[in-house]
C-alpha cells in the first residue's frame, strides 16, 4: 500500500509507542511503502529540533538528524505535484497533498484536522494512524 504519513503522524511515529510507531513498523517490515518530498522532510527535522522534543530526544539517545536520515531511508522522495492551494488555513498541509498525489498514494495519514476534516483528497482517503492500522492489521486497532 503507497501511504504518505503527515508531519505530526510521524513524529509521534518516531518519538513514542502507538498506532503512529506500528505504521512506521508496517513499514519498516513492507506491508506499507512510504512517500515523502523534500519540504516534508526539511519539516519533519524543524519539528524534530523543537525545544519541545529535547528531552525526548535524550531520552531516546539520538539525534533529530539521525530520526530524519532514518525516515529518509525508509521511505521513497517523490517530487511534489503542483496544486491548486487546498487548506487555506494551513498552507503547509498542501505539501502533503501534493506529495500524495504525485506518490500516486493510496492513502493519506495524519492527525491534523484540516487534512483530516477533507476526509479524501482527489480520491485518496485521509485517516488517523489507528485507522490505517484497522485497515491492514484489523486486530491492531486498539488506541488512536
Known sequence: MRVVVDTNTLVSGLLWHGSPRRVLDAARAGTLQLYT??????????VLQRPKFAQRLALA???????VLGYT?????????????????DPDDDEVLACAFAARAEIIVSGDSHLLDL?????????????????????QSDDT
Open 61 to 67: 539517545g539520538v539525534s533529530a538528524n539521525t530520526l
Open 73 to 89: 531511508a525508509l521511505a521513497q522522495l517523490v517530487k511534489p505535484a503542483e496544486l491548486t492551494p487546498v487548506v487555506l488555513t
Open 37 to 46: 518530498t523534500a519540504v516534508l522532510l526539511a519539516e519533519l527535522e524543524e
Open 119 to 139: 476526509k479524501n483528497y482527489e480520491g485518496i482517503p485521509i485517516v488517523t494512524a489507528a485507522q490505517l492500522l484497522t485497515r491492514i492489521t484489523p486486530e
